[in-house]
T-cell receptor, first 117, second 113 residues
Framework: GAVVSQHPSRVICKSGTSVKIECRSL??????MFWYRQFPKKSLMLMATSNEGSKATYEQGVEKDKFLINHASLTLSTLTVTSAHPEDSSFYICSASRLAGVYNEQFFGPGTRLTVL | GESVGLHLPTLSVQEGDNSIINCAYS??????FIWYKQESGKGPQFIIDIRSNMDKRQGQRVTVLLNKTVKHLSLQIAATQPGDSAVYFCAFTSSGSARQLTFGSGTQLTVLP
């Protein structure tokens, strides 16, 4: 099966610091990776779409200077939350996509719980 | 992609009963639909999918029904078990959507002993 990992699974940081979250596709090459944010008891909100070797496409209302995305290879994408503040505390989930016919097939990571003090 | 950030509706069922979880979508261009299960503190897990050229698809203990006329999708879980307790999300996309998924608001399923 297609496995996506995220690291770290949980992080606590002080306000003003930056936090990097890694997303890896372990057994397949991902043409596209997606980053989502999820608040408690809410649905997943797409933050950005990332293609290997190109700039990420951010959704409306998501600050690209705040949430830096790097997609250096077909198996790794990183999300850096810069100058984190308590309102950035959330559950961040990535997914990796490989094309299945004309439809995307997305595989989700286990998520990263960020708590900013 | 868009997602609906509503508070989760809840569904409680007795163990052994069947569960039906519903989802509505608005984009008539949506042609691929997926149900995900999300347990607390974990990422979404694929359950079953269906394409718009079908109106029913069955898996192990799960059935997905698609009604394109009223833009409605449902997930039926047979003989619900305690391990089925989770949040269930529908998601949809179209072939021309740059592979983005739009998530529904989700339903919290609680299985009662």
């Amino acid at each position: 099966g297609a496995v996506v990992s995220q690291h770290p699974s949980r992080v606590i940081c002080k306000s003003g610091t930056s936090v990097k979250i890694e997303c890896r596709s372990l057994d397949f090459q991902a043409t596209t990776m997606f980053w989502y944010r999820q608040f408690p008891k809410k649905s997943l909100m797409l933050m950005a779409t990332s293609n290997e070797g190109s700039k990420a496409t951010y959704e409306q209302g998501v600050e690209k200077d705040k949430f830096l995305i790097n997609h250096a290879s077909l198996t790794l994408s990183t999300l850096t939350v810069t100058s984190a503040h308590p309102e950035d505390s959330s559950f961040y989930i990535c997914s990796a996509s490989r094309l299945a016919g004309v439809y995307n097939e997305q595989f989700f990571g286990p998520g990263t719980r960020l708590t900013v003090l | 992609g868009e997602s609906v950030g509503l508070h989760l509706p809840t569904l409680s069922v007795q163990e052994g009963d069947n569960s039906i979880i519903n989802c509505a979508y608005s984009n008539s261009a949506s042609d691929y639909f997926i149900w995900y299960k999300q347990e607390s503190g974990k990422g979404p897990q694929f359950i079953i999918d269906i394409r718009s050229n079908m109106d029913k698809r069955q898996g192990q203990r799960v059935t997905v029904l698609l009604n394109k006329t009223v833009k409605h999708l449902s997930l039926q879980i047979a003989a619900t078990q305690p391990g089925d307790s989770a949040v269930y999300f529908c998601a949809f996309t179209s072939s021309g959507s740059a592979r983005q998924l739009t998530f529904g608001s989700g339903t919290q399923l609680t299985v009662l002993p």
